[in-house]
């Protein structure tokens, strides 16, 4: 662990939401921050939100899935659950880090047409796009 804050995204599969986060939260935060995510469980990679980051010129398919690591959430400047689950059943947040909670829909769980799944990835994806970049602001 560095000397850098370290964010840390955790969701309940690591395979859509918190995988677009953070590879969202190193392109936004660049060097400023150390960016991490994992899961309750660790479900892979989906082809969908690789597709949906390569749309806006982000590669996340060299980022790994995993589960939760207690010493990165221990050192953690800030943690964000992404979904009920993850914020229900991660491990005890330490007191001292900053948490924050970002219900957002899993488009894992998206049904329709393939434009309609897709939008629902975009929309995901520029949500949390918006959210760090406001954290980026907030945090100078």
């Given amino acids: 662990m560095g000397n850098k804050p370290i964010l840390y995204f ?7 939401r918190s995988q677009m986060a953070e590879g969202l939260g190193k392109e936004i935060l660049g060097d400023e921050w150390e960016v991490h ?4 469980e660790a479900h892979g990679l989906n082809p969908k939100a690789i597709e949906m980051m390569n749309e806006i010129g982000i590669d996340i398919s060299n980022q790994e ?13 800030f943690v964000v659950t992404l979904c009920g689950d993850a914020l229900d059943n991660c491990p005890a947040i330490p007191p001292s880090v900053k948490h924050e909670h970002w219900g957002l829909v899993d488009p894992a769980k998206a049904e329709g047409t393939e434009e309609e799944v897709d939008q629902v990835f975009r929309d995901v994806r520029d949500d949390i796009k918006e959210r ?4 980026k602001t907030s945090s100078k």
């Fill in 10 to 16: 955790l969701c309940t599969g690591n395979s859509c």
């Fill in 37 to 40: 995510s994992a899961g309750i």
């Fill in 65 to 77: 899935s995993s589960i939760i690591d207690r010493d990165v959430l221990n050192h953690a400047t």
């Fill in 132 to 135: 760090i970049e406001e954290l």
